[in-house]
């Protein structure tokens, strides 16, 4: 089981709420010579879906997870909503989110998407396995959103933490 904590901040604070975030593991490294395209489905790929699961049977009960794609973060756990006050946190629990084995999502990029289910490209990261801590961090530090994706582990056998702080999402 993989522990999430996700900490969101939005870089300009206003009135209005920022809602509907999708966010997704995606199958592809970060290509860091694309410049403005580095997030692009040229760079970054589609969704993480080693299995070719269909999102039909895909949703946020955890008993129809083995339908959803493993990267799919938004349909399994919700969007990412950030209120008028600028912060959000939320913790969860994914039993199908493996950070080793032939469906991890080290080495791969997450990807957050535009605000009200939009499926522009805010920003992206990189899933980098550090494997003597057995930590993966995903850094975002461009196209106005930055912070960290983290997934942590002891031990090959422990639960997986991940912890999350963006800022900058709109």
């Known amino acids: 089981d993989t522990s999430v904590l996700v900490d969101v901040e939005k870089c300009e604070v206003d009135d209005a709420n920022s809602t509907n975030h999708g966010y997704h593991v995606h199958e592809y490294s970060v290509n860091e010579t694309a ?9 970054t790929g589609g969704h993480w879906n080693p299995a070719a ?3 039909d049977l895909c949703s946020s009960d955890s008993e129809d997870w083995e ?3 493993v990267g799919d973060l938004s349909s399994k756990h919700g969007k990412l ?3 008028s006050t600028g912060a959000s946190k939320v913790m969860y629990t994914d039993t199908n989110l493996p950070l ?3 469906w991890s999502v080290a080495d791969r990029s997450i990807v957050v998407h535009a605000a009200n289910g939009g499926a522009a490209r805010l920003d992206c ?3 980098e396995e550090y494997s ?3 930590t993966a961090t995903a850094v975002f530090d461009a196209l ?11 031990d090959a056998d422990s639960n997986v933490t991940i912890e999350v702080s963006l800022e900058g999402l709109r």
Do not use: Q, T
Not at 35 to 43: F, H, L, P, Q, T
């Open 35 to 43: 410049g403005d395209n580095r997030c692009g489905a040229a760079s």
């Open 125 to 127: 990261g990189i899933i």
């Open 67 to 69: 339908f959803c794609e």
């Open 81 to 83: 909503d950030i209120p």
């Open 53 to 55: 699961r269909s999102l």
């Open 132 to 134: 003597e801590s057995k």
């Open 144 to 154: 106005g959103v930055w912070g960290f994706i983290r997934f942590l582990r002891s």
């Open 100 to 102: 080793s084995g032939a």
